[in-house]
């Protein structure tokens, strides 16, 4: 497909967020309570921007932005919208908008509004370069912007440990997803051939690959962690610790959906396999129901909705799994109902928990008399989420149904599952909708009355949503549904949304029959309740529980690993540094070739003898100046003679040097030197240590054994390197443009200051951090005496 179309504005859809969450803790601390109403405009003029490029999406068209992003190795920051990006941006910045607006009113006079609303915006705008990123590097950037704003916003209330309890969840499952994206993304890279999506999507599937195994794996638990599929779900249901706005803009347009958006998209590369399917479907299959009959055993409003999100999750996987043009247009339609009446749902309970003080559902009831626009809300919400006539969501139930009609028994499985599934969750809809506001009415915490009008505006303006789209399904269809699908599946999807009953399809029967069992769930769900809890009981042991063992396990063990390498005595941190450089001296050259290139081969022939070097005499007697400080060293009668004959050590690999043409590195050897002989002289002199080393023999004979290894290393590891062909190119290179690049004849200081000149400042900033340190030491030291 063409990609006719450079604009730079796609780049600012996802960038600007950013600038507005910059700016949102200034702001409202001039505007005060107006900031959520200013700061929905960015979210707005978002949407209208991206609703503007619907035309020619739906004609056909994509749009695609790159930027040089590492030119030397062909490397772009690129941008992409098609119709499954342009779907998922409009509902972000769509649904963002309200959430913007409600978050204002709903944390009206808290200290830190501004932070909270900059959090928002940020998360909002990593969701949006998310969808929109066209090159995988730059998607798995955003992928983890998306978890890092999603654990403060969670953690927002951080002075409650059940928040920065599950904000850390969150951020420890969704990073195990996110190393396996990075990984996939750099093993698909290399089977592909290219880090953009479009390029690979265009190059045809990999499914013939021989990496497709562990690219799939890859992706998969990427997306499994960041869409909370079974067994890695515990972590959103947590997530509710978050403030109602986080909890109703994450479970409807953004993170929770990031990997639903990532299977969508790789459908074409990896789907329509045995093992795509297989996967999808089960695991897909579980988390419905395992969801569904979470949100039967909850109380607390948000738990419901939230396992009820769980369950919507699992329905767009296994439905991806299924991967059919029917199920792929499910995918689509259950997608918008799901966004739509989700946030509105959760916003609508986030009134009554502001209004009434309390969300448990056995503590509400007939609230529709104090809050009727709320309830209207809640209702409309509710008749979408149980898939109604006249509203989106009945599309989703009959195009999720129509694709398992082939009759097979896969397909009555997948089928019957789906029923119970949409049945459970219809029944949970219905408590939602009847529990708190009809009935007879129960006091509540504060004495309930309507929400403001920037709380109402979300939940009102998004059920109306579910009733326009489901009353026109040609625009449902054709602008919204047959671009995305056809952007998932690589191929022309027509729509065929309609609003004729039809009494001799089996689909109106299926969905009778969901309405009529979900109608069962509501009236048992007491009983059902109390039985999953005792159930629950007598289990013990859940994922969420585990989470919690293994982490403290690793708590623990880092505990005891620290314990065992940091206690505080010098002398064993020197062992195993050393050790550790003997071990990767030795183990390299030992696990490769051995030392078998120490002696001559046979086309040398027998040894040929031992014959003096051609060393001259002033050579020799640095040689002997050398091998005289050594010998000082271990024989010195103190310490202070030990530093002085280890300088003499230096001084005389200086004069080597200097000897063989390199006067800046002589005087660099002869200034460190100096520098450390009068250090360590300060240090010991400073801390008061004995004169002798009192070290036992044993420790003696250790030390030794471990000098001699790292010696003996270093000297053969330059001997293989020395014996091998030597590679000119970087000399060559320095030599060619030290002076017309660099203007500096001496190529070492070339070398030092331009083309390794942060390396270089890197070193001058460990020595520094090493004197700074000492100095700590002195002077603690003298404190304590």
Known sequence: ????????????????????????????????????????????????????????????????????????????????????????????????????????????????????????????????????????????????????????????????????????????????????????????????????????????????????????????????????QFPLHFWLPNAMEAPTPVSAFLHSATMVQAGVYLLSRMTPILGDTPVWMALLVSFGAVTLLWGAIGALRQTDLKQMLAQTTLASLGLLVLLIGLGTSVAITAVMVYFVAHALYKAALFMAVGAVDHEAGTREITALGGLAEKMP?????????????????????????????????????????????????????????????????????????????????????????????????????????????????????????????????????????????????????????????????????????????????????????????????????????????????????????????????????????AWVGFSMPDVRLYEWAIFALVVIGLVAVLIAPSRLAAILALGVQGAAVALIFLLFGAPDLAFTQLMVEVLSVAVLTLVMTKLRLDIRDHRPFEDWGRDGVIAILCGAGVSLMLMLVLSGTLDTRLSDLFTATSVPMAHGSNIVNVILVDYRGFDTLGEISVVMGAGIAIMALLRRRRTKA
């Open 1 to 228: 497909m063409a990609l006719p179309s450079l604009d730079a504005s796609i780049a600012l859809v996802a960038l600007f967020p950013f600038l507005a969450a910059a700016l949102a803790p200034v702001l409202h601390r001039l505007t005060g309570a107006f900031s959520g109403w200013i700061l929905a405009l960015v979210p707005a003029g978002i949407f209208v921007f991206l609703l503007s490029l619907l035309p020619g999406i739906v004609a056909g068209e994509t749009l695609r932005l790159a930027i040089g992003w590492v030119p030397a190795y062909g490397l772009e920051l690129s941008f992409f919208i098609d119709g499954l990006s342009l779907t998922f941006a409009l509902t972000i910045s769509g649904i963002g908008t309200l959430i913007v607006l409600y978050s204002g009113s709903y944390l009206a006079g808290h200290a830190h509004l501004g932070r909270f609303l900059g959090f928002m915006l940020a998360f909002m705008g990593a969701m949006l370069g998310l969808v929109l990123s066209d090159n995988m590097l730059a998607l798995f950037t955003f992928w983890e912007l998306t978890s890092i704003t999603s654990f403060l916003l969670i953690g927002f209330d951080h002075q409650r440990m059940a928040a920065r309890r599950a904000a850390t969840q969150a951020l420890v499952i969704t990073n195990i997803g996110g190393m396996g994206l990075l990984v996939g993304a750099i093993v698909l890279q290399q089977a592909g051939g290219s880090w953009d999506l479009s390029v690979l999507r265009a190059a045809g599937g990999m499914q013939e690959h021989a990496l497709y195994g562990v690219i799939l794996a890859l992706f998969v638990v990427a997306a499994f962690t960041k869409s909370a």
């Open 373 to 605: 626009v709320t309830f209207i809300a809640t209702a409309v919400a509710v008749l979408s989420m149980l898939g109604i006539p006249l509203t989106v969501g009945y599309f989703a139930k009959e195009e999720m149904y129509l694709g398992l009609l082939s009759g097979d028994w896969a397909s009555v499985v997948t089928l019957i599952v789906l029923v119970v599934g949409n049945a459970m969750l219809g029944g949970v809809g219905l408590l939602v909708m009847v529990k708190p506001f009809l009935g007879e009415a129960v006091p509540t915490p504060k004495t309930p009355h309507e929400a403001p009008i920037a709380m109402l505006a979300g939940p009102l303006l998004l059920g109306a949503a579910g009733i326009v789209a489901g009353i026109l399904p040609d625009w449902l269809g054709h602008d919204i549904l047959a671009p995305g699908a056809t952007a998932i599946l690589g191929e022309a999807v027509e729509p065929h949304l309609s609003l004729t009953i039809n009494f001799a399809s089996p689909l109106l029967w299926l969905s009778a029959l969901t309405w009529v069992l979900s109608i069962a769930v509501f009236r048992l769900a007491t009983p059902a309740r109390t039985l999953l809890r005792r159930l629950s009981h007598g289990l013990g042991w859940t994922a969420d529980t585990v989470f919690d063992a293994v982490m403290f396990s690793l708590i623990r063990f880092s505990g005891a690993v620290t314990r065992a390498l940091h206690h505080g005595q010098l002398e064993f941190y020197l062992v195993i540094v050393f050790s550790g450089l003997a071990l990767a001296l030795f183990g390299p050259m030992l696990a490769l070739d051995g030392f078998d290139w120490l002696w001559p081969t046979a086309e040398l022939g």
